[in-house]
């Protein structure tokens, strides 16, 4: 266990199973990881294996099968994970959302009816929001459901949906003006639709298309696709917590924990990228003495480990919040930009130590360098944070003259 990014008052059962998961990491990821992501494969076995220590089900209930545990046991899992390869903790993330969405805002028929399979992991879970033309504008999506008889309709296209072959239950946000009058504001008139369906590409469902994995420069493995809706049928009951009109908080309150876990893999990829600039710094020579004897190096070093200790303690602050049942938009945001920040800080900084082999697919730093952007923009980008974390501020410090 490296000096870095501990945390403080964890118990008995935190500590067992964060153990056990640096374990697997080390042990079934880092190995395998390089290779896999080379070749832009989805890591089956790593997936089969999370499903046996029990992590799709970390937050979910016990009495739905799951382990019941914190959010900051899961971030602080999600971390490790992280660190062993980004992709990874991007298919538990989005899975961990709508089974999060369900927890909280779902029937009792729609937490019996997936909650137990989530938790077992039979049932995989993505999430959708984005569009191809509105980025982080949610309020301006243009899908739509529209109520026929006992069902409803869904018609649009969906973009950037991690898990989108590889999941079988979608949530959707959709506009669904129906029971919301002329002049509703636009996030009022959002619903979530819970769509299942089979795993795989091209029609998956009658008026369900999932075209193909699209092509990324970083955070390969995990499929990323487009969603095509036309004329998606859904029975009432699949609307998330069976009302209209609640889609846009159901979403936003699960985002927020998903920010925690987006700083929670900045976290991961960090640690990762020191670990492997403080090893190469002590092997590599250059004028008779390992570059780590250069002062200029160890400056390198000293800011690296100032940020991931940084970033840790925001991202611990941010999930111990939720858990106390506070509201945490605010450290959210701040731990995800951050965090995401601070990461691409550090890889590039490693990379630097690493001179010209950085560049060289041999090093798994060149692999890093390639996958921290991501987190610049997952989950809202910095410009977005910004603006969450600056109005929530004039809230806290309003001028009261």
């Given at each position: 266990m490296s000096r870095l990014a501990q945390t403080a008052d964890l118990t008995d059962i935190q500590r067992e199973i964060l153990s056990t998961v640096r374990d697997f990491v080390d042990k079934e990821i880092l190995p395998v990881a390089t290779g896999l992501e080379h070749r832009d494969e989805y890591p089956a076995q790593i997936v089969e294996g999370l499903k046996e220590l029990g992590l799709f089900g970390l937050m979910i209930?016990?009495?739905?099968?799951?382990?019941g545990e914190s959010l900051l046991t899961y971030a602080l899992c999600v971390e490790e994970i992280a660190r062993g390869w980004m992709s990874v903790s991007g298919i538990i993330n989005t899975h961990f959302i709508v089974a999060y969405m369900l927890k909280q805002h779902g029937t009792q028929e729609q937490k019996d009816t997936f909650l137990p399979r989530m938790a077992a992991g039979e049932v995989r879970g993505a999430f959708?929001?984005?569009?191809?033309?509105?980025?982080?504008?949610?309020?301006?999506?243009?899908?739509?459901?529209?109520?026929?008889?006992?069902?409803?309709?869904?018609?649009?296209?969906?973009?950037?949906?991690?898990?989108?072959?590889?999941?079988?239950l979608v949530a959707v946000l959709c506009r669904s003006d129906e029971g919301h009058p002329e002049?509703?504001?636009?996030?009022r008139s959002m619903t979530t639709f819970l769509v299942e369906k089979e795993p795989g590409f091209g029609e998956v469902r009658p008026g369900l298309t999932i075209p193909g994995k699209i092509d990324k420069m970083g955070y390969k493995g995990v499929d990323t696709t487009e969603l095509i809706m036309d004329g998606l049928r859904i029975p009432a009951n699949r609307v998330l917590g069976g009302a209209t009109g609640r889609g846009f908080y159901q979403m936003m309150d699960g985002v927020e924990v998903g920010r925690v876990n987006v700083a929670a893999r900045g976290c991961g990829v960090a640690q990762r990228a020191f670990e492997l600039g403080v090893a190469y710094a002590q092997q590599r020579q250059t004028f008779g003495k390992a570059i780590a004897e250069h002062q200029a190096i160890q400056f390198k070093l000293a800011e690296m480990a100032t940020k991931v200790e940084a970033a840790h303690a925001m991202m611990v602050n941010a999930a111990r919040k939720k858990d106390s049942g506070e509201r945490n938009d605010l450290e959210a945001g701040m731990a995800k930009y951050l965090a995401s920040e601070y990461c691409k800080e550090v890889v590039e900084d490693a990379f630097r130590i690493h001179g010209g082999y950085g560049f060289s697919k041999e090093y798994e730093i060149e692999r890093l360098y390639r996958e921290a952007p991501m987190l610049l923009i997952g989950e809202g980008t910095a410009e977005i944070q910004k603006m969450i974390i600056g109005r929530r501020l004039l809230e806290e410090y309003r001028f009261q003259g």
């Open positions: 209930p016990e009495e739905y099968g799951g382990l959708s929001m984005s569009e191809p033309g509105l980025g982080s504008d949610v309020s301006a999506i243009t899908s739509k459901g529209v109520k026929d008889g006992d069902e409803y309709v869904l018609d649009g296209q969906k973009m950037w949906l991690t898990n989108g072959g590889t999941s079988t002049g509703t504001a636009r996030h």
